[in-house]
């Protein structure tokens, strides 16, 4: 009964407090589909039956970074490495667009070979070319860099701060720091990007109060996008013999986090769905209302390698459109034909 109160107030607009986002994740058995259906009705409410598709373009598996967590880390030898040149990336990006993308993103490690003139200039000869929202997804960069790229037609930025948790932060970024992190975003916004931050669920060190603290980082972010997806343990990483996260823990985060963020764009992770076999149906249905389907040619997609078990890394780009189609169409969705801005961009204008 208490469960539901909360839930209610959810409905009613409820700003929550932290001990109430805590409190909102630890649900019983038996109150979790009242948590989902409650995120799911919200997302309806919001955005109606359309889900919307970005098309992933990962132009460079090569990172400078040596984040505990992910199979790109630099100290990594145990992956093949590949850049895209210019033309391929513009190839890709227009070939996506003519099966039926309407925003893509555009997806590296931290790679100083690409140049903030150089990709100021695969976004414009990728609009030039066809109608598209771009995202980048090429980590931290200065002041100066996010404004020429914005200039050259970069609409949104998707930089995930991971963890909310300035000691688990450091700990998992080595030579990184917390502060340029919320740096970069506050940037972002302040060009009038559409922001994406995120998180990951089930990280070592990680706790109930962290993730809800998390989430309230979200709403003071003021996120147009937010990316969930549940750590997904990395032999060829130093946090190799740490568990993985839960589709369960994942699914709250995303549940709550729409509770507490209502017009966020919220996908249904690619991580979520190599957890599960039907993650991204689960998470579609517990308030996601965005997936990510990769468009790259076969070749490339099992070296792009995060993470293992990575869904998606066998199959053709047309394959992967017709497939989420499919899943959505499944659970009585549709796939929307707009460019799916946040529509907190739409009210800002
Ligand atoms: N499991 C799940 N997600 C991961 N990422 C990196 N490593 C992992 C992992 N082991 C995600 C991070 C990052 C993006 C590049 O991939 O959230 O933002
Ligand atoms: Fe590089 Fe991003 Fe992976 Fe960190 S998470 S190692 S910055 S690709
Ligand atoms: Fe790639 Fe289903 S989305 S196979």
């Known amino acids: ?23 909102l994740l630890k649900p019983e058995k038996d109150e979790m589909d009242a948590l989902f259906q409650t995120a799911d ?21 090569f990172c400078e970074r040596n984040c505990l967590y992910c199979g790109l880390r630099k100290n990594n030898r145990n992956i093949t490495r590949y850049r895209l040149m210019p033309e ?11 099966i039926g993308y309407k925003t893509l993103v555009l997806q590296s490690g931290e790679d ?50 991971e963890t909310s948790n300035r000691e688990l932060y450091r700990k998992l970024h080595p030579g990184m720091s917390y502060e340029n992190r919320i740096r970069c975003q506050k940037d972002l916004k302040s060009l009038r990007y ?5 998180n990951m669920v089930g990280l070592p060190w990680q706790n109930v109060e962290t993730l809800a603290e998390d989430i309230i980082f979200f709403r003071e972010m003021d996120a147009d996008m937010i990316g969930i997806g549940p750590f997904i ?46 993650g991204r149906q689960k998470g579609l249905m517990a308030g996601a209302n965005v997936v990510m389907p990769n468009v790259m040619p ?10 293992p078990s990575k869904i998606c890394t066998g ?27 946040s529509p907190k961009s739409l009210r800002r204008g």
């Open 88 to 98: 391929e990336i513009v190839d890709i990006a227009a070939y996506a667009v003519s």
């Open 41 to 61: 009705r919200i997302r309806k409410a919001v955005f109606g039956d359309y889900v919307h598709l970005r098309g992933i373009v990962e132009f460079s598996n």
């Open 298 to 307: 076969v070749n490339y997609r099992r070296l792009y390698e995060i993470y």
């Open 315 to 341: 199959e053709r780009p047309e394959a992967c459109r017709h497939c989420i189609e499919g899943i959505i169409n499944s659970i009585g969705r549709k796939v929307s034909t707009g460019y799916g801005e």
């Open 112 to 161: 100083s070979f690409y140049t903030t003139g150089l990709l100021c200039d695969v976004i414009k000869r990728i609009k030039e070319r066809v109608d598209v929202a771009i995202t980048l997804s090429i980590g931290e960069r200065d002041f100066e860099d996010y404004r020429l790229l914005r200039e050259a037609g970069a609409d949104r930025y998707l930089i995930k701060q």
């Open 233 to 278: 343990s990395n032999p060829n990483t130093p946090l190799g013999r740490f568990p993985s996260g839960t589709v369960e823990e994942t699914l709250k985060v995303l549940a709550v986090t729409r509770l507490v963020n209502p017009l966020v764009n919220l996908p249904a992770t690619t991580a979520l769905g190599s957890l599960d076999s039907f």
């Open 194 to 198: 559409e922001l994406g931050t995120g």
């Open 1 to 23: 009964a208490e469960y539901d109160d909360m839930l209610k107030k959810a409905l009613n607009g409820a700003r929550f407090t932290k001990e109430e986002v805590i409190f």
